[in-house]
Nanobody, 124 residues
Framework: QVELVESGGGLVQAGGSLRLSCTAS????????MGWFRQAPGKEREFVAS????????YYADSVKGRFTIFRDNAKNTVYLQMNSLKPEDTAVYYC?????????????????WGQGTQVTVSS
């Protein structure tokens, strides 16, 4: 069992930046692919970014490409999401997810463990 704890959400003005962190329990973090997803009120959960076990392969949703960066520190059991040039449409609860595979994917159903989420609110 893997427990994921997100932090770093908050309220920021449009154009600002936030860095989300997700720390995992257990010794197997370095062998898992990780992902970030988000869910806005009244909408389905959507893919934001994912990274493979070593950080060599990264994938991004078109809506965040060029503004968000996913990276990981396996020594700290932590994956990060650096969010720059934030827009009001980025407002959502952001979730961290872990996949029992070294390969990163973009679909919610292929992730095995989820964090509790952290709120990101971008004001205009």
């Amino acid at each position: 069992q893997v427990e994921l704890v997100e932090s770093g959400g908050g309220l920021v003005q449009a154009g600002g930046s936030l860095r989300l962190s997700c720390t995992a329990s257990g010794p197997t973090f370095s062998s898992y692919a990780m992902g970030w997803f988000r869910q806005a009120p009244g909408k389905e959960r959507e893919f934001v970014a994912s990274i493979n076990w070593r950080g060599w392969n990264r994938y991004y949703a078109d809506s965040v490409k060029g503004r968000f960066t996913i990276f990981r520190d396996n020594a700290k059991n932590t994956v990060y999401l650096q969010m720059n040039s934030l827009k009001p449409e980025d407002t959502a609860v952001y979730y961290c997810a872990a996949r029992q595979s070294t390969v990163a994917v973009t679909t919610t159903t292929q992730y095995n463990y989820w964090g509790q989420g952290t709120q990101v609110t971008v004001s205009s």
